[in-house]
Structures are given as structure tokens and as C-alpha cells.
């Protein structure tokens, strides 16, 4: 399970250079090393590989600009190594993950202000109108662990309430 993920936000036009560099290496680059890494082993078992990406990699977000380019870069790259992979009997799939109360967006420089409010809209804007938790991700991810999920590779499992359908909640 590669599950790495660190958020600088900034905009093309804010965003040092270093800073987009250190979100890739941090957010891409550790999945297709330790990935690769693995492969022994993975070959050897039949495992699977499950990358923690993100709904930003799929929907622009203002000031995710790295963030949002390396989660879809881990989507992509994810469908390439199933097709590389499969035919060893390695399945790799990716867990995209909506806001989830965690501390990700504080350790990002969100305000306990801001972080409650963003908490708040985000449930009401999500069809199941509750934000995840946790135990929601990592559910997922055990069930594309498991041989009930033995048929399932280059597969992106989104795990946001269906936020990630795009339509709008309407007022009434």
C-alpha cells in the first residue's frame, strides 16, 4: 500500500518551483520506487499494489495545483503498471479518497477556523452529506486487498460520498 501524500498549496504563479518538484517526488515518485522495489516479492506472491491518490487528481481544485498534477499522475501511472503487471498476476488499483477528517489539510497551513468551516461545506456538498472518516479509506482499501477484489486491477475506487459524480446539490 503506498500511501504518501503532502500538500503545499500554491498557485502556477505562487508555487516555487521547489515546492512542485518536492509534492512529485514526495507524492509520484514514492510510488513508482517502492513499487519497483517490491516487485520481487509482488511477482513471487501474486500480490497487489494499492496507491492512495486523491479526488484532486481527477477535479481541479484552485491552489492544488501540484497536489492535483502528481494525484493524477498517480492514477495513471497506477492503470500502467496494471497493464504491465497483470500479465505476472500483480493487480495495482487506486483509492481516491474525498475530504477525510484527518489532519492533512491542517499540516497543509488550514486554520482550525478554516478546517471546521471547510468540514462543514464539504458535507453539505457531498450527496451522502457527511464528510469520511478513516475507517471508510481503509475499508476500501482492505476490500481491494482481498481476493474479493481478485478480478479488479487498474481500478480507481473513489471513496468520497460521490462527490467525485460532479453534480451540484440544489438548495430545496
Not at 487506486?94 to 489539510?105: A, D, L, M, T
Not at 457527511?130 to 476490500?143: I, M, Q, T
Request: charge should be neutral; hydrophobic fraction near 40%.
Amino acid at each position: 500500500i503506498n500511501n504518501a501524500g503532502i500538500e503545499i498549496v500554491g498557485t502556477v504563479d505562487t508555487m516555487p518551483v521547489e515546492d512542485f518538484d518536492r509534492q512529485l517526488d514526495v507524492n509520484v515518485r514514492s510510488v513508482f520506487q517502492l513499487t519497483k522495489f517490491a516487485l520481487p516479492y509482488l511477482e513471487k506472491t501474486k500480490g497487489n499494489v494499492i496507491n492512495i491518490s486523491s479526488i484532486c487528481g481527477s477535479t481541479p481544485i484552485k491552489g492544488t495545483l501540484a497536489y492535483g498534477t502528481s494525484k493524477a499522475a498517480v492514477d495513471h501511472l497506477s492503470r500502467n503498471m496494471a497493464l504491465e503487471l497483470g500479465p505476472k498476476g500483480v493487480r495495482v488499483n487506486c483509492v481516491n479518497p474525498g475530504v477525510i477528517v484527518s489532519e492533512f489539510q491542517r499540516r497543509a497551513g488550514m486554520t482550525e477556523a478554516a478546517y471546521a468551516q471547510f468540514l462543514q461545506k464539504s458535507s453539505a456538498a457531498y450527496p451522502l452529506r457527511r464528510v469520511g472518516n478513516p475507517e471508510d479509506v481503509a475499508k476500501a482499501v482492505a476490500f481491494m486487498a482481498s481476493d474479493m477484489s481478485s478480478f479488479i486491477t487498474g481500478e480507481t475506487l473513489f471513496v468520497d460520498g460521490g462527490h467525485h459524480l460532479g453534480a451540484l446539490i440544489a438548495p430545496w
